[in-house]
């Protein structure tokens, strides 16, 4: 890695969690409003038991962010977790050897959160008797998008190398 590849690394490091929390809050924002629950624990408990059998593609969206946020491969989250870490490596500096344990400690909080609520949501008992469907095509489509930009830039990372680091050099060089 280059030392003009490290300097713009902090680019990449928070355009994947910027891209996969808009994913997280496009579902949460149709849960919501397809449950007219307002108290997560309450949605957490009832509405969630089978939510993908009711909102399929909502769930499947809600399931590639989170993964990725974990920093499971083939995924953008991944990349960016990968990135620093290369970079803190390469540095040999101690001080940014910590910032590969919080990195490995940011994802094991992510899984510690997202895993149950999948594992719930693709496994619980139907507890409620809501019947939703998916989200509108207007909520939908972006979902979809951006849940396909995580793969695609977690797959082809040459291809998020060269469109994001022009930009930040554009961006961040005088």
């Given at each position: 890695m280059t030392d003009a590849t490290i300097s713009y690394l902090p680019v990449i490091a928070?355009?994947?969690?910027?891209?996969?929390s808009i994913v997280v809050y496009y579902v949460g924002g149709k849960s919501e409003k397809a449950s007219d629950v307002l108290s997560?624990?309450?949605?957490?408990?009832?509405?969630?038991?089978?939510?993908?059998?009711?909102?399929?593609?909502?769930m499947l969206t809600f399931s590639i962010a989170a993964?990725?946020?974990?920093?499971?491969p083939l995924l953008c989250g991944f990349i960016s977790k990968w990135t620093l870490d290369m970079g803190a490596l390469e540095t040999g500096e101690?001080?940014?050897?910590?910032s590969i344990l919080l990195l490995i400690?940011?994802?094991?909080?992510?899984?510690?959160?997202?895993?149950?609520?999948?594992i719930k949501a693709y496994?619980?008992?139907?507890?409620?008797?809501?019947?939703y469907d998916d989200?509108?095509?207007?909520m939908l489509v972006p979902m979809v998008i951006l849940a396909a930009g995580c793969i695609v830039f977690g797959i082809f990372t040459n291809l998020s190398f060269s469109a994001i680091i022009?930009?930040?050099?554009?961006?961040?060089?005088?």
């Amino acid at each position: 890695m280059t030392d003009a590849t490290i300097s713009y690394l902090p680019v990449i490091a928070v355009l994947s969690p910027m891209l996969l929390s808009i994913v997280v809050y496009y579902v949460g924002g149709k849960s919501e409003k397809a449950s007219d629950v307002l108290s997560i624990a309450t949605c957490v408990g009832s509405f969630l038991a089978g939510m993908a059998k009711r909102m399929p593609i909502t769930m499947l969206t809600f399931s590639i962010a989170a993964l990725s946020m974990m920093g499971i491969p083939l995924l953008c989250g991944f990349i960016s977790k990968w990135t620093l870490d290369m970079g803190a490596l390469e540095t040999g500096e101690p001080v940014f050897m910590v910032s590969i344990l919080l990195l490995i400690l940011s994802s094991i909080m992510n899984a510690i959160y997202f895993v149950p609520i999948i594992i719930k949501a693709y496994f619980g008992a139907n507890e409620y008797e809501g019947g939703y469907d998916d989200a509108p095509p207007s909520m939908l489509v972006p979902m979809v998008i951006l849940a396909a930009g995580c793969i695609v830039f977690g797959i082809f990372t040459n291809l998020s190398f060269s469109a994001i680091i022009p930009a930040a050099r554009a961006l961040l060089e005088p």
